[in-house]
């Protein structure tokens, strides 16, 4: 059973800092990872999707790498921002199934 | 704009009752899908459709029932049986296959419905 570790649970960094967020899985026979963003009380929004063959992909300041191989994948913030305060979580599609891990609650103080 | 209608925002069950939480999208999504979110925890797929008058269990089904007589609409119902249903519950949808994304994976997702035991 695929098994989604995200740490830490809670990080919290002064503004215009560069910061990584780990997730780590299980089983790397994998299809796809996806790194989501969820705001207080809301639904979660999809931040990046790198697929098995990829080794990263970046949007704006935000940059996801995934290494099969170690069950890795980081998510790079860089110069945060109090508006990046959330909780981050990383989801690993295979198989028939969606593994969500227990997310990194981000505070970036001004 | 288009989007996931979930309501209500907050709702409280009391003992023996069923509640029904709704969902309702205009993206003209074929699937669609309820998760439940415990503190601290990640995810839980409870049940998904990926078409109408169609649905599969997921992890975590029992003490809840779903239907899906719309293709816009997917409710959710928490039995009396669901003796633990304190969480907040998100309903997703998706276009059933584009590109990687393979036919269970949620694309968009509705602000909410956190459910409390009176």
């Known amino acids: 059973k695929q098994e989604v570790t995200q740490i830490p649970a809670a990080l919290s960094v002064p503004e215009g800092e560069n910061l990584v967020l780990n997730c780590s899985f299980t089983?790397?026979?994998?299809?796809?990872l996806q790194w989501f963003r969820q705001d207080p009380g809301k639904g979660l929004t999809s931040l990046l999707l790198i697929q098995s063959s990829q080794r990263e992909q970046t949007s704006g300041r935000l940059n996801a790498s995934l290494d099969k191989s170690s069950g890795r994948s980081t998510l790079y913030i860089a110069a945060s921002q109090p508006g990046d305060s959330a909780t981050y979580l990383c989801a690993v599609a295979a198989g028939n199934m969606l593994t969500f891990g227990g997310g990194t609650r981000l505070m970036v103080k001004p | 704009d288009g989007g996931i209608t979930q309501s209500p925002k907050y709702l409280f069950r009391k003992e023996g009752q069923n509640v029904t939480l709704s969902c309702e999208q205009n993206l003209n999504h074929d699937a669609m899908y309820w998760y439940r979110q415990d503190p601290g925890q990640g995810l839980r797929l409870i049940y998904y459709s990926q078409i109408v008058n169609d649905f599969q269990k997921g992890d975590i089904a029992e003490g809840y029932s779903v239907s899906r007589e719309k293709k816009e609409s997917f409710p959710l119902t928490v039995t009396s049986a669901q003796k633990n249903p304190t969480a907040f519950y998100l309903c997703a949808s998706s276009i059933r296959f584009q590109g990687s994304l393979r036919f269970y994976q949620p694309q968009h997702f509705g602000d909410g419905t956190r459910l409390s035991i009176l």
């Open positions: 089983d790397s026979a994998i299809y796809n």
